[in-house]
């Protein structure tokens, strides 16, 4: 099945083809084409994404990413045989212009359009093939346990099925990745903060300052990141008071340390409790070394227990991953809702 992905839920305008085949307990990706075009440049300014500057960067955007998509894919719309697009999380502007073209496409093609979660997304894209090694196939056992770090969410889930996915345990106020983002802007460092907090904290001491791990004792597997950004911020206010030049690598690797430990300390108990047979990493904080490195090493700690992780390319957002999110959806539909799968019943936001 030939399936584009259309992506469009924050601040990246992105396409993809892909070809999918195999049953719903272990599908196989084959990516034919992945164009993300980032905004970066047009929210930097601001220190955060404008939801309606997204928005009209997408509509500008979109017709020319859609065709260099296809053209890399040496793919004509007529083959196409199904339109996933994200409709649900995300900024609402921003997701109305993917969720339309693809509409348009599906009508104007009269093709099966399907709508899909952004988390589940992040999710599918641990099973994307490695693009050094084009025909890597990635073997998943359920139950598994995902945990999903972006720039707005913060998710443990508990996965029976690649179509029955529950959230376990969520954060109570910022996300990682935004958390990541604001100790960055707390530090002078440009939006996004998350890739340069990273990159500075590999030369820093992460035991230089003790940071607290939010939550780390509460019986559920919640989270909280809001109270390890506010000491980072009396941390800093602390230093300046005495005069002192800040260490931003050491305040980086500190801050990344107490995110780490907090984020890996929950996922090996969720993995715990519900006997997981492999964990599965996923959204823009999976593109984080320290995260990847420890979650792996403390995964191979328990028994009997794999880890999976996205290739670097599926880390932050793509379309990839939201093709082979519908083709997962697409396996699980009956024949009646597959008939139903069409332009007019899919809106974004929901
Ligand atoms: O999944 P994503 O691309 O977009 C959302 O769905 O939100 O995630 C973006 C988030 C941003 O907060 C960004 O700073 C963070 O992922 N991020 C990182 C790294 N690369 C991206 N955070 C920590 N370390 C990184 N290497
Ligand atoms: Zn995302």
Same mark, same amino acid.
């Given at each position: 099945? /030939? /399936?584009?992905?259309?992506?469009?839920?924050?601040?990246?305008?992105?396409?993809?083809? +892909?070809?999918?085949?195999?049953?719903?307990?272990?599908?196989?990706?084959? #990516?034919?084409?992945?164009?993300?075009?980032? %905004?970066? *440049?047009?929210?930097?300014?601001?220190?955060?994404?404008?939801? &309606?500057?997204? &928005?009209?960067?997408?509509?500008?955007?979109?017709?020319?990413?859609?065709?260099?998509?296809?053209?890399?894919?040496?793919?004509?719309?007529?083959?196409?045989?199904?339109?996933?697009?994200?409709?649900?999380?995300?900024?609402?502007?921003?997701?109305?212009? @993917?969720?339309?073209?693809?509409?348009?496409?599906? $009508?104007?093609?009269?093709?099966?359009?399907?709508?899909?979660?952004?988390?589940?997304?992040?999710?599918?894209?641990?099973?994307?093939?490695?693009?050094? %090694?084009?025909?890597?196939?990635?073997?998943? *056992?359920?139950?598994? +346990?995902?945990?999903?770090?972006?720039? @707005?969410? !913060?998710?443990?889930?508990?996965?029976?099925?690649?179509?029955?996915?529950?959230?376990?345990?969520?954060?109570?106020?910022?996300?990682?990745?935004?958390?990541?983002?604001?100790?960055?802007?707390?530090?002078?460092?440009?939006?996004?903060?998350?890739?340069?907090?990273?990159?500075?904290?590999?030369?820093?001491?992460?035991? *230089?300052?003790?940071?607290?791990?939010?939550?780390?004792? &509460?019986?559920?597997?919640?989270?909280?990141? &809001?109270?390890?950004?506010?000491?980072?911020?009396?941390?800093?206010?602390?230093?300046?008071?005495?005069?002192?030049?800040?260490?931003?690598?050491?305040?980086?690797?500190?801050? %990344?340390?107490?995110?780490?430990? !907090?984020?890996?300390?929950?996922?090996?108990?969720?993995?715990?409790?519900?006997?997981?047979?492999?964990?599965?990493?996923?959204? @823009?904080?999976?593109?984080?070394?320290?995260?990847?490195?420890?979650?792996?090493?403390?995964?191979?700690?328990?028994?009997? #227990?794999?880890?999976?992780?996205?290739?670097?390319?599926?880390?932050?957002?793509?379309?990839?991953?939201?093709?082979?999110?519908?083709?997962?959806?697409?396996? @699980?539909?009956?024949?009646? %809702?597959?008939?139903?799968?069409? $332009?007019?019943?899919?809106?974004?936001? !929901?």
């Amino acid at each position: 099945m /030939i /399936i584009l992905g259309i992506e469009t839920s924050c601040d990246d305008t992105c396409v993809s083809v +892909i070809e999918a085949s195999g049953v719903l307990q272990q599908p196989r990706f084959k #990516v034919l084409s992945n164009i993300i075009s980032s %905004q970066i *440049k047009t929210h930097a300014p601001f220190g955060g994404v404008m939801p &309606s500057l997204a &928005s009209r960067e997408h509509a500008k955007n979109i017709a020319p990413v859609l065709k260099r998509t296809l053209r890399q894919s040496k793919t004509k719309l007529d083959n196409i045989n199904l339109i996933a697009a994200t409709t649900h999380p995300g900024l609402l502007p921003a997701l109305i212009i @993917g969720v339309e073209s693809a509409k348009t496409l599906a $009508w104007a093609k009269n093709k099966p359009i399907i709508g899909v979660n952004h988390l589940h997304g992040h999710i599918i894209a641990n099973l994307l093939p490695n693009p050094k %090694q084009k025909t890597e196939h990635k073997k998943i *056992k359920f139950p598994a +346990i995902g945990l999903i770090v972006s720039g @707005g969410h !913060t998710e443990l889930v508990l996965i029976k099925s690649l179509n029955n996915i529950k959230i376990i345990g969520q954060t109570r106020d910022d996300a990682a990745g935004e958390c990541f983002d604001k100790v960055g802007r707390l530090l002078g460092l440009p939006y996004p903060g998350g890739p340069r907090v990273a990159r500075l904290a590999e030369k820093g001491d992460p035991d *230089k300052f003790n940071l607290p791990r939010p939550m780390i004792n &509460s019986e559920n597997l919640d989270f909280s990141f &809001s109270g390890l950004k506010t000491a980072v911020l009396y941390l800093i206010q602390d230093l300046k008071n005495q005069k002192l030049q800040l260490p931003i690598a050491d305040i980086c690797a500190s801050f %990344q340390k107490a995110a780490v430990e !907090t984020l890996v300390f929950k996922t090996v108990a969720a993995a715990k409790k519900y006997n997981a047979k492999i964990v599965l990493l996923g959204g @823009g904080v999976s593109a984080n070394k320290s995260l990847r490195k420890a979650i792996n090493d403390n995964i191979k700690n328990l028994n009997n #227990v794999d880890f999976l992780m996205p290739p670097m390319p599926y880390t932050l957002d793509n379309a990839a991953m939201i093709a082979a999110a519908g083709y997962t959806k697409w396996l @699980g539909l009956t024949l009646s %809702q597959k008939k139903k799968a069409d $332009w007019k019943n899919i809106r974004a936001g !929901t």
